[in-house]
C-alpha cells in the first residue's frame, strides 16, 4: 500500500483516538480504585490519584466477595466443563454421524441460540422450583449449559468440519471403533476448537446476571456480578471500593483471554465470516 | 453400521434433550403462562383467557416500553455496527502495533456486563463522574448534566454505554471479513485509478455484503435481549424512560411476581423481536434484488 505519509500520519493519530475513547474508562476504573478514600473527588477529575494505595482492593476483598468469588469459580468451570464436552459429542455426530433428518436438527440448534433469555425465564424459575433447585448451584449450571450449548455446538461443529477426513478414514479402515476414532483422533485434533469454545463460555458464564439474579436468594449463593450489583447500595458512593471490586472480578476473564486471544478470535469469526 | 448410528445418537442425545427441556419447553411454557394468572397471594396458576394481554395493552407503560427496545435496539445497532466498521478498517491498515492495538479495542467486550455497567454509572455521576467533568473542563456543558436521571438523557446515555461495550464485538467480524476480501481484485480496482472511497464502495463492501448482514441480525438479537446494562444503570427509569422488555419482564416476574404478566410482556417481545429481524430481511432482500436488477 503506497500511503502518503501524511495518510499514514492521520490514520496513526484515529488509531490513538480509538485507543483514548476504548482505555479511558478503564484508566478512571484503575485510578479510582487506587485513591485513598480521604482523597477528595475534584472537579476538574484528577486522572491519577497523588498518592495510590491498595488499600480499597484489601477492604474489598472481604468475607462474602470471596464467597462470591467461590461461587463463580465453581459455576464457571463446571459449565464450562459441561457444555464443551456435550457440545463435542453433539457436534461430533452432526458432523460424522451421518443422521436422519440432521439438517433440521441442526436448523434447530441456530434457532435455539436466538431465544431471548427473559422470555423464558419464567417457565425455567418455575421448573426449577418444582424441582426444589432454586438457589442452588445447579440451577445456575443447568441453565448456563443450555443456554451457551447452542453457540458451542455450533463453534465446534465448524471446527470439525474442517479437520481433514484422511486420518480418521484411515483409522476407520484400520478397523478403529467410531468411539476409538473419537477419543484417539477427533479429541487432539479438536484442541484449538475445544480451547475458544470453552473461553467463550467462560466470558459468558463468568458475567451472566439475569439467571443469578432470579435464581439465587441468599449471599451465600450469590456470584460476582449479582454480588457487585448488591454492593452498589450497601456502599453508598464509596466508588473506590466498587472500583476495586469491579477490577478483581474483571481480571480473571481478562487474563484468560489474554493468554488464548488467537484461539478465541479465530473461533469467534470462523462461523460469523465463513458462514 | 446401525450399532454405530445408535452410538451417534447416543451422543447427541445429552444435548438435544437439555436444549428441548430447558430452551424449547420454555418457549412453549411462556406462551401457556401468558394465559394463566398468578399473584404473589395466589400462586397457583388459573386460566385467564386473553385478559392479561387486555391488561398489558391497557397499560400506559406498554406503548412506552415498545417503543423504547426499538429506539434502544436501533441506536445500539447503528452506532455499533457504523464504529465497528470503521475500527476494523483502521485496524486493517499496514501500520504499526496493529496487534496489540486489537487486543486493547476487544477489552469492552470481555469486560463483564456488569463491571461496564458500574463503571459507566459511576462514568455518568453528576458530582463525581468524569463524563461531567471533561465536558465541564472543555466548555461543552455550563452545568452538570444528571445523565441517568433526566428522562430527556437517560437513553441516550445508556446507548452510548452498550455501544462502547458492544462495538469490539462488532468490529472483529468485520476485521477477519475485511482480511479475507481478495488483495488482487483492491488491486485491480487501484491500477484502474479508484481512490480509497471507490474501493472501498465498489469492492469491499460488496465482498464483505454477507457479514454484514449477519452481523447486523446478530446484534439485533443481541441488544433487543440485552438486560445487564440498562438494569444496573437505570432499572428502566426514571419513571419508564428506559425500560425495555427484559427489563420490564424481570421487573414484572422477580419484583412483583406477576408470573403470567411477565410471560405475556415476554411473548410480545419475542413478536417483536421477530418483526424487527423480518422487517431486516425484507429491507435487505429488496436492496439485494434492486443491485441485481441494477
Known sequence: ?275 | MRQDRRLYWLLLAPALLLMAVMLYYPMVGTVYESFHETSFLNPDPKFAGLALYRRVLADGTFAEVLVNSIVWTLGVVLLQNVFGFLAALLLNQNLPMQGALRAIVLLPFILPGVVAAILWRFMYDPQLGLVNSLLLSAGLIENSVAWLADSRMAMASVIVAAVWKGFPFSMLIYLAALQNVDRSQIEAAMLDGAGPVRRLLDVTLPAIRDVIVVNIVLTLILTFNYFDIIWVLTKGGPQSATHIFPTKIFETGFGQFRFGEAATYGVFSILVLSVLVALYAIVQGGASRRRAAA
Open chain 1, 1 to 275: 500500500m503506497n500511503q502518503t505519509r501524511a495518510t499514514r500520519l492521520g490514520l496513526m493519530l484515529l488509531q490513538l483516538l480509538l485507543a483514548t475513547v476504548v482505555l479511558l474508562p478503564f484508566f478512571w476504573m484503575i485510578s479510582v480504585s487506587l485513591k485513598p478514600p480521604t482523597e477528595p473527588f475534584a472537579i476538574p477529575a484528577r486522572l491519577w490519584p497523588d498518592d495510590p494505595t491498595i488499600g480499597n482492593y484489601i477492604t474489598a476483598f472481604r468475607p462474602e466477595f470471596r464467597t462470591y468469588f467461590l461461587n463463580s469459580l465453581v459455576v464457571s468451570l463446571s459449565t464450562v466443563a459441561i457444555t464443551v464436552s456435550l457440545g463435542l459429542f453433539a457436534a461430533y455426530s452432526f458432523t460424522r454421524g451421518q443422521l436422519a433428518a440432521i439438517s433440521a436438527l441442526i436448523g434447530l440448534v441456530v434457532l435455539a441460540q436466538m431465544f431471548p433469555h427473559s422470555a423464558i425465564i419464567i417457565p425455567i424459575y418455575k421448573m426449577m422450583r418444582g424441582a426444589n433447585l432454586l438457589n442452588t448451584y445447579w440451577s445456575l449450571i443447568l441453565a448456563y449449559v443450555s443456554v451457551t450449548l447452542p453457540v458451542a455446538i455450533w463453534m465446534l461443529r465448524g471446527f470439525l468440519l474442517k479437520l481433514p477426513a484422511a486420518l480418521e478414514e484411515s483409522a476407520a479402515v484400520d478397523g478403529a471403533t467410531p468411539m476409538r476414532v473419537f477419543w484417539d483422533i477427533v479429541v487432539p485434533l479438536s484442541r484449538p476448537g475445544l480451547i475458544a469454545t470453552s473461553v467463550y463460555v467462560l466470558i459468558v458464564t463468568w458475567q451472566e446476571f439475569l439467571f443469578a439474579l432470579s435464581f439465587t436468594s441468599t449471599k451465600e449463593m450469590r456470584t460476582l456480578p449479582v454480588g457487585l450489583n448488591d454492593f452498589i447500595g450497601q456502599y453508598g458512593i464509596r466508588y473506590g471500593e466498587l472500583m476495586a471490586s469491579s477490577v478483581m472480578v474483571s481480571l480473571p476473564v481478562m487474563a484468560v483471554f489474554f493468554f488464548l486471544q488467537r484461539y478465541f478470535v479465530a473461533g469467534i469469526t470462523a462461523g460469523a465470516v465463513k458462514g
